[in-house]
T-cell receptor, first 116, second 110 residues
Framework: GAVVSQHPSWVICKSGTSVKIECRSL??????MFWYRQFPKQSLMLMAT?????????EQGVEKDKFLINHASLTLSTLTVTSAHPEDSSFYIC????????????FGSGTRLTVV | RKEVEQDPGPFNVPEGATVAFNCTYS??????FFWYRQDCRKEPKLLMS???SGNEDGRFTAQLNRASQYISLLIRDSKLSDSATYLCVVTDSSASKIIFGSGTRLSIRP
């Protein structure tokens, strides 16, 4: 089946530094990838949609200059949290949809970010 | 109004009980519907797709009512391992974006 690999699984960083999270589709080509954020006891909130070869589409209230998304190939999307602050601490999850199917939403295992 | 609404629970039921979750969505043009399961501190995993004709997978039955914009999930003979948060998921009209409900927490007690 479709597999999405996300890493790192967890990261602790100092306030003010940047953190890059990678999301790879291992056995299929992902034309579209989604990035979500989940705070404790809350649902997943869509942050942005990244499309291979074009700019990401950000949801209302998400700062595109703070959360940089790059989807340079059909198998890799990255999310960079720039100048991280403690309030950015959260669980970040990517999801990919392969070509040819509207039903193939597969999730990465998530990245737990803690900013100290 | 939220795009996808679910009763947050928690539902606390004894092992072997039957439990039902409901979900409503606001966009009548929504394309596809799913139930996902999420365990604590883990990523969501697809439980089942939901079709208008209804579909069953073992102890799980899902139903879609497009006229009422309503989705349901029924779990029969619940097991301890069914304890999780169940997420109702809907795609938008172009099927290009998936929208999550806030989830319903289920706890099965021995």
């Amino acid at each position: 089946g479709a597999v999405v690999s996300q890493h790192p699984s967890w990261v602790i960083c100092k306030s003010g530094t940047s953190v890059k999270i990678e999301c790879r589709s291992l056995d299929f080509q992902a034309t579209t990838m989604f990035w979500y954020r989940q705070f404790p006891k809350q649902s997943l909130m869509l942050m942005a949609t990244s499309n291979e070869g074009s700019k990401a589409t950000y949801e209302q209230g998400v700062e595109k200059d703070k959360f940089l998304i790059n989807h340079a190939s059909l198998t890799l999307s990255t999310l960079t949290v720039t100048s991280a602050h403690p309030e950015d601490s959260s669980f970040y999850i990517c999801s990919a949809r392969g070509t040819g199917s509207a039903y193939g939403y597969t999730f990465g295992s998530g990245t737990r970010l803690t900013v100290v | 109004r939220k795009e996808v609404e679910q009763d947050p629970g928690p539902f606390n039921v004894p092992e072997g009980a039957t439990v039902a979750f409901n979900c409503t969505y606001s966009n009548s043009a929504s394309q596809s519907f799913f139930w996902y399961r999420q365990d604590c501190r883990k990523e969501p995993k697809l439980l089942m797709s939901v079709y208008s004709s209804g579909n069953e997978d073992g102890r799980f039955t899902a139903q879609l009512n497009r006229a009422s914009q309503y989705i349901s999930l029924l779990i029969r003979d619940s097991k301890l391992s069914d304890s999780a948060t169940y997420l109702c998921v809907v795609t938008d009209s172009s099927a290009s974006k998936i929208i999550f409900g806030s989830g319903t927490r289920l706890s099965i007690r021995p």
